[in-house]
């Protein structure tokens, strides 16, 4: 097939980083630090954390919602980029991986900038409905358990503004997308929510082969 997105073997993947990546020492030391937990896997990939703070610069984002944060990589990322009237509402699960990420945010300078909410994330996402923010949001970024993203994307659709960005983490899910029966409640989910993406009228999208796939919805 000619005219698709490249298939990066590991040496044009280094080389990717080597001429583009401007990870700061505190974000590497971050990275760094969360390889060695059991979940490091949740961490995104560094050049996704800095496509989205270019994203983040881009549209002018000022109020940002994130759901899943884990350590803090891609919420540091954000928060850098959109500048001191910028306001980021973490939204995670308590787990011992919070208290990482505050160390960070604070290490940056930016705990200031960034607030964490820490409960599932379909109460925290109403009560910023509740307390009137639907409409108000620049950019959400989607990134927690899996089997709930098809109600975080109608949570996601109240929040943002009109012409504001969702933006959903692992939606080519290490490829088990192509699975015909999965056994997997989150592959499903990411499934059902990739078919039902495509044919929303609510939005404009682009799926693109990042990190694990991050698809960029701009609501309508
Ligand atoms: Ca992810």
Redesign the pocket.
């Known amino acids: 097939m000619t005219n698709r997105s490249l298939n990066l073997d590991d040496r044009l993947y280094q080389y990717l980083l080597d001429v583009s990546l401007r990870e700061t020492p505190l974000l590497k030391r971050l990275r760094e630090e969360t390889a060695q937990l059991a979940t490091a896997r949740?961490?995104?990939a560094p050049e996704q954390g800095q496509f989205m703070a270019l994203l983040v610069q881009l549209t002018g984002a000022r109020r940002i919602v994130e759901v899943?944060t884990f350590t803090g990589y891609s919420a540091l990322c954000m928060a850098q980029a959109m500048g001191e009237a910028g306001h980021l509402i973490c939204c995670d699960i308590p787990g011992d991986y919070n208290a990482i990420a505050l160390r960070y945010w604070r290490e940056a300078g930016l705990g200031a900038r960034i607030e964490q909410r820490l409960a599932p994330a379909l109460q925290t996402l109403a009560a910023l409905e509740a307390e009137g923010l639907a409409g108000s949001v620049d950019l959400i970024f989607i990134?927690a358990d899996k089997v709930n993203y098809p109600a975080y994307l109608e949570h996601a659709l109240r929040l943002v503004r009109q012409g504001g960005l969702i933006l959903f983490?692992?939606t080519l899910w290490s490829g088990r997308v192509l699975e015909q029966q999965p056994d997997s409640a989150d592959t499903r989910a990411i499934q059902a929510l990739n078919l039902a993406l495509k044919d929303d009228p609510r939005i404009d999208l682009s799926l693109l082969p990042l990190?694990?796939g991050l698809t960029l919805c701009r609501k309508r």
Do not use: L, T
Request: aromatic share 12%.
């Open positions: 949740w961490q995104i899943g990134d983490d692992n990190g694990d």
